[in-house]
């Protein structure tokens, strides 16, 4: 089934525990991309890669990190986790470079992050 | 900057009623628009993606429509049932994201 997988599903952390959320897809897609989604502000991207190794700032990429060393993987990292970064993540996939128009984005069933 | 509205926040209707969610967009240079279903605290299902190009897709009930010039989607839902309740979250893809609507919670009453 093509999906995209992120794990955990929850996960409650105290401040400054570096953690980090996983994300795999078995799409072949090119494109992966994080969301953070809060109440009254929607979901905004965080970061995003184009393909392996070339990884571009969303628009609320303070206090995350990512890589991209392979195709199918795109962790995200909270190197000092704070309460403001609590949170419901998503990745996302796409194959973006064939046929922009046609392509749509895949998300992942999301991560419910507590930092307390 | 892209900019995406839906209304109405929020809608109740009894079952069987036939409604249009509406999205707004600022920015006319999109590659498409998807339509997504949201349960409480879940992720998202796809339901529709409308390629630029492109003035409608259908769906089993769902009908969804795209004006590009006015920047403009609606979302029909015919015939609503109880298990229609959720968000719907409308969203445009630009260059390298998607930019979101806050989303239309629905609730359909037996």
């Known amino acids: 089934e093509a999906q995209v997988t992120q794990n955990p599903r929850y996960l409650i952390t105290v401040t400054g525990k570096k953690l980090t959320v996983t994300c795999s897809q078995n799409?072949?897609?090119?494109?992966m991309s994080w969301y953070r989604q809060d109440p009254g502000l929607g979901l905004r991207q965080i970061y995003y890669s184009m393909n392996v190794e070339v990884t571009d700032k969303g628009d609320v990429p303070e206090g995350y990190k990512v890589s991209r060393k392979e195709k199918r993987n795109f962790p995200l990292i909270l190197e000092s986790p704070s309460p403001n970064q609590t949170s419901l993540y998503f990745c996302?996939?796409?194959?973006?470079?064939?046929?922009?128009?046609?392509?749509?984005?895949?998300f992942g069933s999301g991560t419910r992050l507590t930092v307390v | 900057k892209q900019e995406v509205t839906q209304i109405p926040a929020a809608l109740s209707v009894p079952e069987g009623e036939n409604l249009v969610l509406n999205c707004s967009f600022t920015d006319s240079a999109i590659y498409n628009l998807q339509w997504f279903r949201q349960d409480p605290g879940k992720g998202l299902t796809s339901l529709l993606l409308?390629?630029?190009?492109?003035r409608e897709q259908t769906s089993g009930r769902l009908n969804a429509s795209l004006d590009k010039s006015s920047g403009r989607s609606t979302l029909y839902i015919a015939a609503s049932q109880p298990g229609d309740s959720a968000t719907y979250l409308c969203?445009?893809?630009?260059?390298?994201?998607?930019?979101f609507g806050t989303g239309t919670r629905l609730l359909v009453s037996p």
């Open positions: 969203a445009v893809a630009g260059f390298q994201k998607l930019v």
């Open positions: 996302a996939s796409s194959p973006y470079y064939l046929d922009r128009e046609r392509n749509g984005y895949t």
């Open positions: 409308i390629q630029s190009s492109q």
């Open positions: 799409m072949n897609h090119e494109y």
